[in-house]
Structure formats: C-alpha cells, structure tokens
C-alpha cells in the first residue's frame, strides 16, 4: 500500500507541469498560432523561478516564508514565461513567419541561455542550481504533528508543493476564460476562422497576441513545477516535457478537462517507469543489461502509440499555424 500511495503521489506531482503546459499551448492554438516553444518557455521559466528561490533562500526569506517565496517564484516563472512568448508571437503575428521554424529556435536557445546564466551567477563549470529543501509542504510546515508512513500520509505529503494546488485552480479558470467568457468565445473565433472574427470587429492580432502570452505564462510556471517535481537541482533542461506536453494538448482534443485526463495517464507511466524495480507484478527482464532503460522509454513509446490511434479523431482549430492577413477573404 506505501508503495502504491508513493506511485499515486508521484502521478500527481509528475502530472501537473504536463497539465500546466499543455493548458498554455491550448490557449495558444486555440488562438491560431501553434507553440512548439513550449519546451523553451518551460526552461526559462525554471531558470528565472529557481534563481528567485536561490536568491530568497540566501538572504534567509525563503526559510522564514517558505510558501510565500514558492508563491513570488511560480509569479516569476509565469512572467518571464510570457516575456519569452513574445518573441514567437512577434515572429508569428506580426512578421507571419514559419510558427514551427521560430518556436524550435526558441527551443533551442533557451537551454544553451539557461546554461550561460548559471555559470554567469554562481560560476563557471556549475551548472546546476541547488533548489531549496523548505518548498515542499509538509505536515509540520502546516502546523500537523509529525506521522508515521502511512497510505494518507504518504498520498498527501510524500510529494506536495504549492505548484499542485495552484494548477488545480488554473485548471478550473482555464475551463470559465475559454468557454465561459466573451474573451474565450473571441479567442476561439480567431482560431477557427479569423476573417469571420475580424468581420464583427474582433481584432485577431491581439486575440493571438493574449492566447500565447496566456500560453506562455503556463508554460513558464509549468517549468517551475517540473523542476520541482525531477528533484533537488535544475540543469537547464526539461526532459523533453514540453514536447509531452503538446502531445497531451492533442490527445485532450484542446480542452482543460481531457487534458486532465491525458496529463495523469501519461504521468503514470513516467512514474511507472521511475518504480519499475519496486513494483512486484513488473517483468524485471532477467539477462537483460540495463533493463531499466525498457521502461524509461515507456512514456515517449506509450505516447507515439496514442497518437498514432487517436491523432485522426483529434480536431484542431481549423486556423492554427496558419498566419493571418487583414487584407485576404
């Protein structure tokens, strides 16, 4: 039973960044601009929200307002995740260049800008940025006396931190601002026919400039979470969960509550992976070197099969990737 509520409190905190995010590129594809950038935005997020925790940690804040310094970080990460948006949506709305091209360049300095600042600010040859011990939620920062392992305990307060509750509420405004809000139905109207959008007064670039800055904040704190959730450091990479991500955006069919549901399933089997050797009814692949690495690759393999089933049945918005001009009917 530990072992399973240690599996389920590892879904849950492994499902969150691939919730964050794939809610931040359905914002931004339901506006009409595809956001492969999404990996990008992810490590500079981290990066800026790890810094911000390493910096209140040093001067003694964070220790004494642990909760308080994660709230300012994930803010953090959230706003330079949209900063950073900008560039694509400059890129794709204003210059209406290639959306895949500028969101894989951005991919690919972000990691490479990440690195740089590390060794910038604590030195060259260190690469990695300590995450404090105090972020996670315990019993005991709540004010609860101290338990023994147990099935509730080990479910709530194995792997708690104030990014799960935060993307719980997130989930619930992302589901009101697209289908409940004029701002949502606007949005949407962009994505799927904006000459029909801009006919009735609707201004399409900035419709498409909100959905990848709203993207782009997602993103960013989705970047935060995933550090978060890996471990004790952040090394300027996010494991390829951007890309997870917007497989999830697509098997969620672009809506809040499917993506909840394509964020846990394919976190479980990232978690699956991680307990492989603790899990008893798991083949161990006797003779096999290495057989760990079977069920590393099951996430990425699970993911290419779901695709490959359900990617036909998917409907993206008929306008996304598509650059928009004012002057065309």
Known sequence: MITLANVLSSTIVFAVPLLLVALGGMFSERSGVINIALEGIMIVGALASCLTLRAMDSSGFGAANPQLAVFIAILVAG?????????????????????????????????????????AIQGQGQTQIQIPTWVRITRESLGLAPADQSFFNNL??????????????????????LFRTKFGLRLR?????????????????????????????????????????????????????????????????????????????FALFKVVASYSSTIPFLPTFEGVKSATNIYQVLPYVVTMIVLIFTSKKSRAPKAEGIPYDKGSR
């Open 79 to 119: 706003v330079v995740g949209l900063f950073y948006s900008l560039f694509l949506a400059f890129a794709a709305i204003n210059l209406k260049a290639d959306q895949t091209i500028g969101g894989t360049a951005l991919n690919q300095f972000a990691p490479a800008f990440a690195i740089v600042v590390t060794w």
């Open 156 to 177: 709530i307060f194995k792997y708690f931190y104030l990014t799960t509750p935060v993307a719980i509420l997130l989930l619930v405004l992302s589901y009101v601002v």
């Open 189 to 265: 109207a962009c994505g799927e026919h904006p000459q029909a959008a801009d006919s009735v007064g609707i201004n399409v670039y900035k419709m498409r400039y909100a959905g990848v800055m709203i993207g782009g904040f997602l993103g960013g704190v989705g970047g935060l979470a995933y550090t978060l959730a890996a471990g004790s450091t952040f090394a300027s990479t996010v494991g390829g969960y951007g890309f997870l991500a917007l497989a999830v955006m697509i098997f969620g069919n672009w809506n809040p509550w499917t993506i909840l549901g394509g964020s846990f399933f």
